[in-house]
């Protein structure tokens, strides 16, 4: 398994309920592939002929969307399942959400 982190440091001041957006983690990948015929690419001035080679330039840009919300005593304090599994708050009944 092969997990690609990116991080970013930074600060923002928002609304209760409003969308911060961060954007401009790019990160660039330049990679060189070279495919062929065993030995026979390998010999000096006649190898270029069994081979195969191929340059990849790709960037990716990662945007990130955060939306906070201020959770007051009234939410914390509800009871967040019944004894029969189902749930007693109406999350619709919220203001902002």
């Known amino acids: 398994m092969i997990i690609n982190t ?9 609304e209760n309920g409003e969308t911060a957006i961060i954007a401009g983690l ?3 990948v330049d990679s060189k592939y070279e495919s062929g015929i065993p030995v026979l690419m390998d010999i000096p001035l006649l190898g270029g002929l ?3 080679t191929s340059d990849t330039k790709s ?5 990130v969307f955060v939306t ?9 304090q509800r009871e967040t399942l019944a004894a029969d599994g189902q749930v007693t708050y109406h999350p619709e009944s919220l203001s902002r959400f």
């Open 6 to 14: 990116s991080e970013s440091d930074t600060r923002v001041l928002v």
């Open 26 to 28: 790019i990160r660039q």
């Open 50 to 52: 069994f081979k195969h």
């Open 59 to 63: 960037s990716r840009e990662l945007v």
């Open 68 to 76: 906070p919300s201020i959770v007051d005593d009234n939410y914390m």
